[in-house]
Each structure stands twice: as C-alpha cells, then as structure tokens.
C-alpha cells in the first residue's frame, strides 16, 4: 500500500490542547447524574446518597432498583406496587424459553450471548416494545428488571440439560431467582446471599456497560437495544467477566501452596490478575469487602474454605506488590467464590452480575432521556492527512 506522508504540521486533526484527550475516556464527566457515586480514594460508594454497606445490611434488591429508577425511598405502599409489577411481568414467552433451551445447551455459545439474544427476542415478543413515551420506557425499564431474572435461570438450567423452571410470584425476586435456578425453594440465608449480590452490583456511575447504555439512549433508541448493548458491553473480562476469570484462575492454581508462586509467576509476565485494579477506586472496593464477609460464612458452609484460601494468599501477594499502586480487589474478586459456593456454575456469574446491574442500567436509561444529548466524543486522528488513490491494478 502506498501513502503519502503527512506533513508533521497537520498530522492530527483535534489538535492537543484544542480537544482533550484521554485514554479510555478516563476522568471524562459526560453527564449529570444522581444515581451513584464512587470516591476511589476513600472506598466509598453511595446509591443516591445512601452508603453500599447500609443498603447491603437493611435493603432489598426491589427497594434498592426502586431507589435507582425513582431518586428516592419507597413509602410502603410504592414498594408493595413496584413489587406488584415486577412480580407481574416475571413470566417470559414459550419462543424465549424454546431458544434459551436449544442454545443454552451450546457450551461454547457463552451465556451472555445466550442472554443478549434472548433479551433482544424479548422485544419482538413485546408489542410495546417500541412505544416511545415516558411511561412506557418506565415500563420497560421494570419489564426489563423482571424478566431478566428468568431468562439467566432458564439458561443456567438449559445448560444442564434441565427444563425451565416457572417464577413464583409469592417469593422475593433474589429467592424466586434462586426457585427458578434450582427447583426449590432456597434456604433464606441463601436467599438474602443473592438480595445482597444483586444490591452490591446494582450501580456504579459511569461503568462501562452503563456508559454504553446511555450512549444507546442518547440516540434515543429503545430500552430493549440499550440493555443488550450493556449486556454486550459487561460481558468482557475488563469488567463484568472478570468474576468468572477470577474463578478459573482459583482452578488453575489448585492448592492453596501453589498461590503465591502462581501469582509472582503470573506478574512476572506482566499478566493482569482478575478482580484486582480499578479505574476510579485507588483502594479497596468497598463491595469486595462485604462479600468477603459473606464468602467466609458461605465457604464454611458449603466446605468450600478452600477457594476463599486461595483468594486470601492472592490478596495478600497482590497487596504487597501493587498496593501502593492502587491495585486491590474489586467487587468481582469475591463474587465468584460466594456463587460457586451457593453452587452456581462459572459461566453464570456474568449473566448474574447483569441481573444486579439492570437496576442501574435501566435507571440510567430514563436519566439520559429526560435530559438528552447525542454522544459524540472526538477521536483524536493520528492517521494521514492525504493519501493518494491508486488503482487496484497499479497496486504493488
Ligand atoms: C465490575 C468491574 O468491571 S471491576 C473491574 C474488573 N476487571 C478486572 O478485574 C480485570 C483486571 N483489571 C484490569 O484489567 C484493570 O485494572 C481495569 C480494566 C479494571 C482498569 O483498567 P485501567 O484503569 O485502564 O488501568 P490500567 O490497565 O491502565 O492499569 C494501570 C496499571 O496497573 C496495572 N494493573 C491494573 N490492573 C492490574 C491487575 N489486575 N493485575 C496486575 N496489574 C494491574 C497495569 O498493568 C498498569 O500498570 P503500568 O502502569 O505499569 O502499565
Ligand atoms: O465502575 C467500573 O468501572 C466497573 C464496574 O462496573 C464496577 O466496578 O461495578
């Protein structure tokens, strides 16, 4: 291929110092918002004011996706009608649950494909999915919350080769999780396990996955294309991948003895260790640390003490070497041990992380609409100014 070199001169269009640059987007504010907060020097995280550590002790998943969707507490009444609706919208149609059984099956075709393609199948199932006013994206947004729900259970049962089960709309939406998933009815300390998982991955500002939603909306597209966009988006393990890579490294490793050494191995090779380091948080993700909580009473539990051995070795070598750098774990480095230990499989740690993060996503949502704007960054352009077009068959 032939080009013509730029003159150093008009070699970027957006000149430094015209447009900012940065990286990734990093510490770019791209819009107002009174969802959450994240201050990663102090290792605090607040849901419209309210503390993740409160949230995590005195609230429930429907309280906590209300306080997300609505900017405030409900009156008793308001969750009893939020809950109404999430219950009445958990069922999903047969063609979805027909898909989700013949692709679940696929071990190679990733859950979160599974779960982008259902929910997109669920808008063609929806006659409202297209209907462009207030009140239906609220409808959405709470459809969305719901159904999400069934459709990662019915594929965590499709890949075990098991029929779905239906919801029930006399349980909590953690514990109905929890029914459509296993069959039974969970234990109500694993039950609240999950309202805790669910609560603790509801939000966190401008997330890569939420930024993708938004910038979906902005476009003013509809709810359904800006959640399988964030789907898209968490399924990486940059972000929400990283609870399963977390667990196949414990898997690889093996023995607690191996840890330390696996590590040391590991960063002399310049590897990234999965569930550690953050763009905002400089210190310990406060999520990390109430699941650590909960990881050491489910592993005991469960006989499961092992990986959350493991998991200590690893924070320690990681904190000894990169601390100081403000490299800790982050909320997918315990996740993981605490799911496998309810036994959920690997694979679904994603999908369930999408189940928490929906509040978010859909709250976000109708935030960007009621006060929209395209996004439209700049990229900063390195390439040629002028390149000459030769014909194919004069090309070299
Ligand atoms: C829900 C979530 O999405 S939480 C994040 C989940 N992702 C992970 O756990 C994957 C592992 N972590 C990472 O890849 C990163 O820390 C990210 C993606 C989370 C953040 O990325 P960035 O803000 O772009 O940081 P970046 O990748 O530039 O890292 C900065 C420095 O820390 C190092 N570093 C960052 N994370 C890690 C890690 N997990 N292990 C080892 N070193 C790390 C980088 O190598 C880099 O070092 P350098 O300055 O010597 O080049
Ligand atoms: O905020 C981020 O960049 C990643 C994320 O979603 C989280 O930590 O929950």
């Keep these: 291929m032939t080009t013509t070199a730029a003159p150093q001169e008009v070699k970027y269009i957006g000149k430094p110092g015209e447009v900012s640059f940065a990286k990734g987007l990093e510490g770019v504010i791209v819009a107002e918002s009174v ?4 201050d990663g020097i102090a290792g605090r995280l607040i849901y419209h004011g309210i503390p993740i550590e409160v949230l995590a002790e005195k609230s429930t998943f429907e309280e906590t996706a209300f306080l997300l969707l609505y900017d405030k507490l409900p009156t008793e009444d308001e969750l009893d009608v939020y809950k109404m609706r999430l219950r009445q919208y958990r069922e999903i149609p047969d063609e979805v649950y027909d898909f989700i059984s013949r692709a679940g099956r696929r071990y190679n075709f990733h859950p979160m494909s599974v779960l982008r393609t259902a929910i997109s ?16 994206h609220e409808r959405e947004a709470i459809k969305l919350t719901s159904r999400i729900a069934t459709v990662v259970a019915a594929i965590g049962r499709a890949r075990k080769g098991l029929p779905p089960v239906h919801p029930r709309p006399d349980l909590s939406h953690a514990a109905n999780f929890l029914y459509m998933l296993f069959g039974e009815e969970p234990d109500p300390f694993y039950a609240r396990v999950m309202d805790v998982i669910l609560i603790l991955h509801a939000d966190h500002e401008c ?144 999908p369930i992380f999408a ?12 935030e960007q609409r009621k006060d929209n704007r395209i996004y439209r960054p700049r990229f900063f352009y390195v390439g040629p100014e002028h390149m000459e077009y030769i014909p194919i068959e004069e090309r070299g």
């Design 207 to 350: 997330n890569a996955s939420t930024f993708t939603v938004r910038a979906i909306t902005s476009t003013l597209s509809d709810m359904y294309s800006a959640v399988v966009g964030g789907i898209a988006a968490l399924k990486g393990p940059l972000h929400g991948g990283a609870n399963e890579e977390v667990m196949h490294m414990l898997h690889e490793i093996g023995e607690v003895e191996n840890a330390e050494a696996w590590v040391l191995r590991a960063l002399a090779r310049k590897k990234k260790i999965p569930g550690f380091g953050h763009r905002v948080y400089k210190t310990y993700d406060p999520r990390a640390h109430i699941l650590k909580q909960y990881a050491l009473e489910v592993t005991r539990r469960a006989g499961t003490e092992k990986w959350l051995r493991m998991a200590e070795v690893i924070e320690r070598v990681m904190i000894e070497r990169l601390g100081q750098k403000g490299i800790q774990p982050n909320v997918d480095f315990y996740s993981g041990i605490v799911m496998a230990s309810m036994g959920i499989e690997t694979a679904l740690f994603t």
């Design 35 to 38: 969802k959450s907060y994240v």
């Design 121 to 136: 199948m669920l808008a063609a199932f929806d006659d409202s999915a297209e209907e462009d006013t207030m009140i239906a």
């Design 355 to 366: 189940v928490g993060r929906i509040a978010g996503w859909v709250a976000h949502a109708l």
